[in-house]
Structures are given as structure tokens and as C-alpha cells.
């Protein structure tokens, strides 16, 4: 696999062998996303559909547990209230599992471990890792993620800038208000080929994040989708999936 990419299945619990599978009797699950970060999930152009890994991933799940994900648009600030809220029955879009959302929140057992990477100028593609921990260079992150935390203990918050949204961060890079953006190492090369020959993930292999499913304080639902979860680990079904998005299987 890509070196951004660690197997999740390292980190799933086993199924008992023979044990009567999950059924959520074809109940239909609304899904919030913020749909701007390929390949994780993004709207295709062409199509109006939201489409991505994460997509895929909840589908092949409902497939085995008997359900179906429709995925709905929305916006990374206030998405977390909003299932809590019940506006949602769950939270997918590459959400980092933390100690701290875990106190409001259930997560699934980790899909994807994920490492962060830099995002630069081509034209400062030689710059370190030591270039930006020296003090003198800033970072730009989606505000209220994983990467801005990651940002902030790189360079200090001082010289840390947080955006509502990735694209912002991106644009203020473009504009060189910002020396680099925190992204994920999954979604680096997405966007060094949207944005090729103007912009390099040349940092990389920074923390590593365990993704998950996100669901309601209590929802009865979290194991039923980690037995899906492991069902399509041992059916290969997850290797297809990682092998479409990043090229190779495990």
C-alpha cells in the first residue's frame, strides 16, 4: 500500500466464526458528510453524486448488514452537533477518532489509518519538515480537524491559520498567505493532480489518525456495523476498495 495508508484491520476486533450476521432490516441511514475532500468523498461534477471511498465503504457494509446509505452535504463546522442532534444517523468523512470526540460521541471500529502530509508550493518543494518547526513559516488547516491540532504542535499556534473549509486553506496557499496546509495523506495525491505542477504533498508520513464511522452517544447500531466492518476485511472486499482508490491492495 502507500505508505499513507496503514491497514485498519490491524485494528478490528475478530467475528466469531459462525455467528448469525447483523441485520438492520434495509433501514435507510442518513449519512452526513462534508463532501469536498477527495477521495474520501467528494459530488462528481458530471453526475451530481456524492461518490468516494467512503461512499463505497458504507456500501459495501449495508450490503452485508442489510441497509442503505444515503449521503447528505454538509458542512465540517457543525457536523458533529448535528448528528448529536439527530439530524443524522451517522458521521462519515474521514473523522479522525479521538479521545475527546469519543466523550459525545461512538465511533465504529477503525475503516483506515491515515498518516498527514504537507502541502506546498512547487516552487518550495525543498522545504523541511525543520524548515517549518524553526519558527519562521506558517500552516494552514481545516479548522476543528485532526490536522489543525497537528499544525499547531508543529509550528505553534501563533503561526498556525485555520480555515471553515479545506478549499479556503488551499486558496490561501495558492495565494501564498500561507507556507503549507495540513492535509491527509490520502487525499495528497487528489489534489497534486487537480492542482499538478502548482502544488506537492513533498512532506509526508507525519502522525497517523484511525478513521471511523461516527454514530450517536449509545447507538445500537455500532456493532452490528463493526461486524459488517470485519466481514469485508475477510472477504477481500476491503482490499478491492483500498486498491481502487490508492493503487495497489495490502
Known sequence: ?????????????????????????????????????????????????????????????????????????TAWDGIFAALVQGEFDVVVSGVSITDERK??????????VVSQAILLRVEDEGTSL??????????????????????????????TRLYDTFAAAI??????DVDGVIIDGTSAHAYEQEFAGELTA???GLESDPLGIVFQKGSPMVDAFNEGLEQIKADGTWDALTAKYWGVEN
Open 1 to 73: 500500500m502507500l505508505r499513507e495508508i496503514i491497514a485498519a484491520s490491524v485494528f478490528g476486533t475478530m467475528m466469531i466464526a459462525g455467528a448469525q450476521a447483523a441485520d438492520l432490516e434495509g433501514k435507510v441511514l442518513k449519512v452526513g458528510s462534508d463532501t469536498t475532500y477527495p477521495p474520501m468523498e467528494t459530488v462528481d461534477e458530471r453526475t451530481g453524486e456524492i461518490v468516494g471511498f467512503d461512499v463505497d465503504i458504507m456500501d459495501a457494509i449495508c450490503a452485508k448488514i442489510n441497509c442503505k446509505a444515503e449521503f447528505v452535504t
Open 103 to 112: 466523550k459525545t460521541m461512538d465511533f465504529s471500529e477503525p475503516y483506515l
Open 202 to 204: 513533498a512532506i509526508k
Open 130 to 159: 525543520e524548515g517549518f518547526q524553526s519558527g519562521s513559516k506558517t500552516l494552514a488547516a481545516q479548522t476543528g480537524t485532526t490536522n489543525a491540532q497537528l499544525a499547531e504542535k508543529l509550528v505553534t499556534r501563533e503561526n
Open 171 to 176: 486558496l490561501a496557499l495558492q495565494n501564498a
